[in-house]
């Protein structure tokens, strides 16, 4: 295990990550790097990633992008957990093997805590049953061994919420019923956040780079139009777009193209850069934050380390409604884009309840 002394190219100068660790183990092929972002609200929680990352620096990029907004997420769902995220660098249907896996287990339990795993982009609820067999600090387990299992549900009906909210915000009712919204990327979050809009009565396009997964949900819902592309999806008459694929959707000439007037969806690190947010505004475009509204699963997850209750997990998630809400009128008040509303309370709440660790507790 390498500690970031060591690799001040890759983490540079910017960085408030309060740890970062390579982990290398080239028997069963693991190469891995571990980003803690903050502990200040309490253990790090954020998933495992894995990925074909074209080089190590690309690895860490996203490990402590993905960490940030994990300390974020948490902070704003109202978790005793900081933000924490690790990726493992390989193609995980050619490069996934028991061994690797539990060789990862154990550099997370090296940690001694301080960052709790689960899954993510790559990573299914079987991947963490193995993990865990090296390792005491793993979530999003399956059921059969004591888990919450598949933390999309609760993830796409967070976004569903913060959908609403945004459509309340915008035209005054929260209700997506014959609005047209486009759903990019329909694997694991997606797919379900159609069954949601379906149901409410959205008329819905989606696309996907994954032919299959398409098929699977035009299979369920006919009713559903799909389009080749993500940059055909954006052009398209929307409502709401809605990305739910990987990070860094939201880029300058897709704001400039973008006819939807909420931008509302699951993946993570939408924002391709700073100033997205204020061309969004501009644009007169309600950017509801990738964070806030994503957080379902990682309530799910969170859940999880006190012993799963689904109801009492999904009530949680359903407070998302709420959280947007707040945000987009703070955002209003303040005359500030609503990512930078939401950045405000949550960065309110991590110092709020940080302080409180000054107060010395014997044996915690």
Known sequence: ????????????????HEQVVFCNDPHSGLRAVIAIHSTALGPALGGTRFHPYATEEEAVADALALARGMTYKNALAGLDHGGGKAVIIGDPSRDKTEALLRAYGR???SLGGRYITACDVGTYVEDMDVVARECDHVTGRSPAHGGAGDSSILTAYGVH?????????AWGAPSLAGRRVGVAGVGKVGHHLVDHLVEEGARVVVCDVNDAAVRRVVERHPEVEVVPDAPTLVRADLDVYAPCALGGALDDPTVEALTARIVCGAANNQLAH???EQALADRGVLYAPDYVVNSGGVI???DEIEGFVFERARARAARIHDTALR???LADAE????AVAADRMAERRMAEIGRLRGIHLRGR
């Open 1 to 16: 295990m390498t500690d970031v002394s060591v690799l001040p190219s890759l983490i540079g100068k910017d960085a408030t």
């Open 107 to 109: 550099f997370v339990q």
């Open 161 to 169: 919420q913060g959908m609403r909210a945004a459509a309340r915000h």
């Open 274 to 276: 700073p100033g997205v």
């Open 300 to 302: 799910q997850v969170a």
């Open 327 to 329: 945000i987009f009128e």
């Open 335 to 338: 005359g500030v884009p609503p």
